[in-house]
């Protein structure tokens, strides 16, 4: 046998070795690093959540529509700042609808009284408002002591 076959073979397992140890080394630090990783998917979850609680709690309608008494209700702009209301989407559900109070800019805290004399199956009143994509719905809730 040739002097040299043990020590090259003692240094391919040495060298083997170190592979594999340097090997196990990267596997160590890759679960390491996916469990961090983990660990900040799941606090941004849950911050995501928590934020997602808090702007609903904030959230406040543009508009509050009152039961008054009948068919009479209080329109409100309920919101910090002027809105300007361009139409009333759903109008021809009402009979008799004063439209030129309601088509036009409220300002903050301001309260209009209108004869909602309804008679479609949508219990809203919807409203396209200037700079918004969305229509507005602001729901309209009787209150039966006032019938």
Not at 47 to 67: D, G, N, V
Request: charged content about 25%; hydrophobic content about 40%; proline content about 3%.
């Amino acid at each position: 046998m040739d002097t040299q076959f043990i020590p090259t073979l003692l240094a391919i397992r040495d060298a083997a070795k170190r592979s594999a140890d340097a090997a196990q080394e990267k596997v160590n630090q890759a679960e390491k690093l996916l469990e961090q990783m983990q660990q900040i998917v799941t606090e941004q979850q849950s911050q995501s959540q928590s934020q997602s609680k808090i702007a609903a709690s904030l959230w406040r309608p543009e508009f509050q529509l009152t039961h008054v008494v009948r068919t009479t209700f209080s329109l409100r702009n309920v919101t910090m700042g002027p809105i300007k209301v361009l139409d009333v989407v759903n109008a021809d559900q009402f009979a008799n609808l004063e439209l030129e109070k309601i088509v036009k800019e409220f300002q903050s805290g301001e309260m209009v009284r209108v004869e909602l004399h309804h008679y479609g199956d949508d219990y809203n009143l919807r409203l396209r408002i200037d700079g918004r994509e969305d229509i507005l719905c602001v729901p309209i809730e009787y209150n039966l002591d006032l019938l």
